[in-house]
Each structure stands twice: as structure tokens, then as C-alpha cells.
Nanobody, 119 residues
């Protein structure tokens, strides 16, 4: 069973920065993609940033130029550096991994980490 563990959320003032981390462990033969999504009450979960082995990086328009996703392939870890944070970035952020093991391709989600932007 693959475990996905996020860390790094918290409360920060507008204009501040946070760095989220997500580590996946378990029987992973190949990581196809890792990414960050976010969700607020009453809304659907939305893509924030994704790094794919096939297509590179992809960002939501709302975070382009402010957020940077990076991946450490050796550690199956993905990071999200968030700068110039705005109140509208407040959400629960979820890590996602699309991977392959000996039986096929699977997707796993982390438990989520709260990010709150407020003065």
C-alpha cells in the first residue's frame, strides 16, 4: 500500500510564503505524475500544480508566477513553494500521486493540509 504524507500548511499573512511537502512511500515502480490540488467548502477540488514525467509542469492560471512545483524523483517527494499568498489561496491542499507498480497504474491522495491566508 502506498502512503502519501503532506506537511507544511499553516497560517500566514497576505503576501507571505509557505512551502508544502509531500512524500510517497511504498511499492512504487514508476511515478507518472505528482501534483497539488486544493478545495474550499462547497467547491470542487481543483488542480493547483502538477509535474508529470510525460508533460512537464502545469499550473492553474490563478497561481502562475507565484507558485512553483518541484519534484525529488529519488525520494518520491513533491514540493509546492507558494509566494505572494492571497486570502483566496486559503484552502485544504491535497497531494496526489499517479504511479505504477507491478499490477498496474494507481492514484493515491494525501490527507490534506490546511493553508490559511489571513491578517
Amino acid at each position: 500500500q502506498v502512503q502519501v504524507v503532506e506537511s507544511g500548511g499553516g497560517l500566514v499573512q497576505p503576501g507571505g510564503s509557505l512551502r508544502l511537502s509531500c512524500a510517497a512511500s511504498g511499492s512504487i515502480w514508476r511515478v507518472n505524475a505528482m501534483g497539488w490540488y486544493r478545495q474550499t467548502p462547497g467547491k470542487e477540488r481543483e488542480l493547483v500544480a502538477l509535474v508529470s514525467s510525460n508533460t512537464g509542469t502545469n499550473y492553474a492560471d490563478s497561481v502562475k508566477g507565484r507558485f512553483t512545483i518541484s519534484r525529488d524523483n529519488a525520494k518520491n517527494t513533491v514540493y509546492l513553494q507558494m509566494n505572494s499568498l492571497k486570502p483566496e489561496d486559503t484552502a485544504v491542499y491535497y497531494c496526489n500521486i499517479d504511479y505504477r507498480d507491478g499490477n498496474g497504474n494507481y492514484v493515491r491522495w494525501g490527507q490534506g493540509t490546511q493553508v490559511t491566508i489571513s491578517s
